[in-house]
């Protein structure tokens, strides 16, 4: 069974800090999706990555297949990037994804 | 990305009715689409995989003649929750794939059950 946990699960930034939201996975992947839910809901598909690194506009997202492990960063964040955080590793051989619980980031003006 | 749009974005019904929640693909063609349930402050866990054409495959302990799930074209599948209870509340959310199993999945907007 793979384990996902993310870190921290609450997160309070001021606009314009610099987050770094972590995920551990414990089995073997074939790729990994950061996701982010809104208060409604609605969840976006931020990224899917098997390797390295991925940027889009102030996110990033990398990943280290050896280590078991992906970071998400947003750059100078702001309060729209309030929201729930979501780490969905795909196991390997599998469609399935499995999901972190999630870390709820709070930015402040 | 990819749009995929789920309705009714909300929905309340008197216990023992039926609902049907719809997930549409609006600019791919989707051969596989999943069903997530996810309850106050808990993670999504998936319900069921629906694939086009055939019969969808369920997660354990999900009651498959409750949850009636149709894949009927490669751009719509739909939840039904049968006799719904007050405990099938929840919040449900569809996905879909473009392609084959590495390629990117796509999020409905949810639909928030509330059975009374």
């Known amino acids: 069974k793979n384990e996902v946990e993310q870190s921290p699960q609450n997160l309070t930034a001021q606009e314009g800090e610099f987050i770094t939201i972590n995920c551990s996975y414990s089995v073997g992947i074939s790729a990994l999706h950061w996701l982010q839910q809104h208060p409604g809901g609605g969840i976006v598909s931020l990224f899917m990555l098997s390797s390295g690194k991925k940027k889009h506009g102030r996110l990033i997202a990398t990943i280290n297949i050896q280590e078991k492990h992906s970071s998400l960063h947003i750059t100078a964040s702001h309060p729209r990037d309030s929201a729930v955080y979501i780490c969905a590793p795909r196991e390997g051989g599998s469609e399935k994804l499995v999901f972190g619980k999630g870390t709820k980031l709070t930015v402040n003006p | 990305g990819a749009v995929v749009s789920q309705h009714p974005s909300w929905v309340i019904c008197k216990s023992g009715t039926s609902v049907k929640i719809e997930c549409r693909s609006l600019?791919?063609?989707?051969?596989?689409m999943f069903w997530y349930r996810q309850f106050p402050k808990q993670s999504l866990m998936l319900m069921a995989t629906?694939?086009?054409?055939?019969?969808?495959?369920?997660e354990q302990g999900v009651e498959k003649d409750k949850f009636l799930i149709n894949h009927a074209s490669l751009t719509l599948s739909t939840l039904t929750v049968t006799s719904a209870h007050p405990e099938d509340s929840s919040f449900y959310i569809c996905?879909?794939?473009?392609?084959?199993?590495?390629?990117?999945?796509?999020f409905g907007q949810g639909t928030r059950l509330t059975v009374v």
């Open positions: 996905s879909a794939r473009r392609g084959g199993m590495n390629t990117e999945a796509f």
């Open positions: 629906s694939n086009e054409g055939s019969k969808a495959t369920y």
């Open positions: 600019d791919f063609q989707a051969t596989t």
